[in-house]
């Protein structure tokens, strides 16, 4: 099996969603919760992550990748009662940003 696909598995695995972006803005994977979660978008692969968001998120997002830009590497993007959203860098090895994702974990109980 090749590593591209055993990676695919793994993430299709998981009970989170995952939407990879490349530093254009392009959604360039998404997992199979997020394909479903999404489904309403259709197929996202292509598609700019600014389609999928209001103009407020829009923002948020571009101020995030700013700060991806200047090193930063995991941002708290939304918080709620059914979960914790964070975006997250993705660098090559000689770190360089290649891209971001949406994180999902469960809330924090109190």
């Not at 939407?19 to 199979?32: E, G, K, L, M």
């Not at 598609?47 to 708290?76: A, T, W, Y």
């Not at 918080?79 to 993705?90: D, F, G, Q, T």
């Amino acid at each position: 099996m090749e590593q591209f696909e055993l990676l695919k598995l793994i993430f299709d695995s998981w009970n989170e969603e995952v939407v990879f972006v490349d530093t254009n803005h392009v959604i360039r994977y998404v997992n199979a919760p997020a394909v479903k979660k999404y489904a309403k978008w259709g197929d996202m692969l292509g598609k700019s992550i600014f389609d999928c968001h209001n103009p407020d998120s829009g923002q948020m997002i571009r101020e995030m990748f700013v700060r991806f830009e200047n090193g930063e590497n995991d941002i708290l993007f939304a918080s709620n009662e059914k979960h914790l959203v964070y975006m997250r860098a993705v660098r090559d090895k000689q770190g360089k940003l290649i891209g971001y994702y949406e994180r999902f974990e469960p809330p924090v109980v109190k």
